[in-house]
């Protein structure tokens, strides 16, 4: 199908947009079914998230033995992670192996940002233009963008005036920074912050902390991995991948089916402790109504409270490091002695909840009418989640509709796969899916393995055009917000809803729910693409 364009095909089967695991699989994926993929990448690397985010402490908080691909058994076996959970280098190191091994690169052109996607009704393709004058077209358009990629910098007033040096966790410099001797300042305390402010506040001279809400963090206890871990799960990874498709959220949580509030409050507390002692995100596993009962939740709530008291040596501290939403409401982080940082000398918390960050000035930040001196400012203050990568791309439809005004009011999605009158357009990971309330490594593949079945099936019957219906995207939507509205992740300001960014809609965006997901995934196939329009 392709032509070629001074030696470069200009015309593929596919685009795709991003280099990351998202990307670098699709690509894998429809090479091995003989089509023509062109994979775009801003970059000038793979491994998109673990490419940009190359701040102090950065590492998975999902165990390294799940966060990987499962698509080759001999790449499963012939990679050994380094430590419970891998640090940013090591999984950017695995990206860059599989990139190798699979020979992914001569397909992927770096440092070119898409910046224009247009739907060409009559010859049902779509041209993609980018910020280095190419201009292409593919029967289908793949999104693999990233949830979790468009930084987010508050529009501080006077942020340019700023003398010293400034970053942001999710854009850091590839060679690394050296605050020794420097007076710091990290706004925001998410999961980045989080990861990033123990060894910055070991390295400065003086950190202050700038917190608008505080953050719930369960210990990660890593270390290096244990072979025997290694070895039992490497030994049998089927099922240990069976198994955690069964769960939730994708991912071993070892889930306990009793409530909290069905025990008495030493079998609680006994159960909290023991996830406390074992570590990380199988925390919210401790009882199955944590995130659907305020009462249970403020049980496990008050644990951690009471963990940030037991820590923090100064109780006016601690107290303005206690959380008092729900917990897992925002996304838990998992820490490595972040509340014991608040003990050091060097470092200083500034509360920014009731009087916001006022400005920046040429010295510093300013807040209540105070000027807090630093030398560099961190922004950890995350992401335009989920739409923002998207969106940044000015895609245009059936009859020119953009995107941008489409989603106005919020993503409209018919699966998080696929958004009505956006034909042969699809998303890994859009909103309406599990994506970042699952093990995003399988959320990706599966995602990646549905859309290329159904280009196969495409090419297979001879259809030229796949687009969902309004009706099935309305129901799903609805189904979505359904969904989120029996839990209580939709009582607090978090970027799932949007709210980390003024101005956004306030709607609820990941689907909640890896099984029965994939389930309806399966089941829209079995039904001959029920939901979709084939022409
Ligand atoms: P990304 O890795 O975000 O890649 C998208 C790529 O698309 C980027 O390289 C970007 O440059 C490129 N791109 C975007 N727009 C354009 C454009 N217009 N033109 C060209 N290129 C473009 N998930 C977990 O499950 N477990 C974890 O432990 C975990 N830890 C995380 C830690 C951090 C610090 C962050 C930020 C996220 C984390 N996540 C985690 C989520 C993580 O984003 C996913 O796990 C996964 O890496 C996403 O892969 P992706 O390919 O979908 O997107
Ligand atoms: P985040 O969770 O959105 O945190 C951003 C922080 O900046 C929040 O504390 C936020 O406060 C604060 N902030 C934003 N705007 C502000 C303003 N105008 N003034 C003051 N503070 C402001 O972003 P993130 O930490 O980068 O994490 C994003 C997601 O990436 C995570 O939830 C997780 O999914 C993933 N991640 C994972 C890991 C890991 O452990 N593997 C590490 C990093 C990131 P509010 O809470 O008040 O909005």
């Not at 990307?23 to 090479?31: A, D, E, N, P, T």
């Not at 950065?58 to 499962?70: H, I, K, L, N, T």
């Not at 959970?85 to 695995?94: F, M, V």
Request: charged share 25%; proline share 6%.
């Amino acid at each position: 199908m392709s032509k070629t364009n001074g030696g470069r095909a200009a015309d593929f089967d596919a685009v795709i947009v991003g280099a990351g695991f998202a990307g670098m699989y699709m690509l894998h994926r429809l090479r091995g079914m003989g089509m023509t993929a062109r994979v775009f990448e801003t970059g000038d690397g793979v491994g998109g998230t673990w490419y940009w985010n190359r701040y102090p402490g950065a590492r998975c908080d999902v165990e390294s033995m799940e966060y990987s691909y499962q698509f080759s058994d001999d790449l499963q076996q012939e990679w050994d992670w380094s430590e419970r959970y891998a640090p940013q280098p090591e999984i950017l190191e695995y990206a860059n192996h599989v990139a190798d091994r699979f020979d992914l690169r001569r397909d992927i052109q770096f440092e070119t940002r898409v910046t224009k996607a247009t739907f060409d009704e009559a010859a049902d393709r779509w041209t993609v233009e980018t910020d280095r004058g190419d201009r292409v077209t593919a029967a289908y358009m793949v999104m693999a963008t990233g949830c979790l990629s468009s930084t987010n910098t508050p529009d501080f007033p006077g942020l340019d005036s700023f003398q010293g040096r400034r970053y942001h966790t999710g854009n850091w410099p590839h060679d690394g920074v050296d605050f020794s001797g420097k007076r710091v300042g990290v706004i925001g305390t998410g999961s980045s912050a989080i990861q990033s402010i123990p060894i910055i506040a070991e390295q400065a001279k003086h950190l202050t902390v700038f917190q608008r809400t505080p953050n719930y963090a369960v210990p990660a206890h890593n270390g290096p991995l244990d072979p025997a871990v290694r070895n039992k799960v490497k030994a049998d990874y089927p099922t240990f991948r069976a198994e955690a498709k069964e769960m939730r959220s994708g991912l071993h949580t070892r889930p306990n089916e009793q409530s909290a509030l069905a025990v008495s409050d030493e079998e609680r507390r006994a159960q909290y402790e023991k996830r406390w002692q074992a570590g990380g995100l199988p925390f919210m596993g401790a009882f199955m109504d944590l995130l659907l009962d305020g009462k249970a939740n403020d049980t496990a709530a008050e644990f951690v409270r009471a963990k940030i008291r037991s820590v923090v040596d100064d109780p006016k501290v601690a107290d303005l490091l206690s959380p008092k939403t729900v917990i897992g409401c925002k996304r838990l982080c998992v820490d490595t002695g972040y509340f014991q940082t608040y003990n050091r000398p060097n470092v200083s918390l500034v509360d920014v909840s009731e009087t916001p960050v006022e400005a920046i000035t040429k010295n510093g930040i300013v807040v209540a009418g105070k000027e807090y001196a630093v030398d560099a400012i961190v922004f950890a203050t995350g992401f335009d989640a989920m739409t923002g990568a998207l969106l940044k791309v000015d895609i245009q439809g059936v009859g020119g509709l953009p995107l941008e005004e489409k989603w106005a009011e919020g993503p409209r999605t018919y699966l998080g796969l696929a958004t009505a009158g956006f034909p042969n357009l699809f998303t890994i990971t859009g909103p309406g899916s599990p994506s970042v309330l699952s093990n995003m490594l399988p959320s990706i593949e599966q995602h990646v393995e549905w859309i290329a079945d159904c280009i196969g099936y495409m090419r297979d019957k001879g259809w030229k055009r796949i687009d969902p219906t309004v009706e099935a995207e309305d129901a799903w939507v609805g189904h979505v917000n359904d969904v989120a509205n029996h839990t209580l992740y939709p009582s607090c300001n978090s970027w799932y809803l949007g709210a980390n960014v003024p101005g956004k809609p306030r709607v609820f965006m990941p689907y909640i729910g890896f099984p029965p997901y994939v389930e309806k995934c399966e089941e829209v196939v079995a039904n001959g693409y029920e939901g979709f329009a084939l022409a």
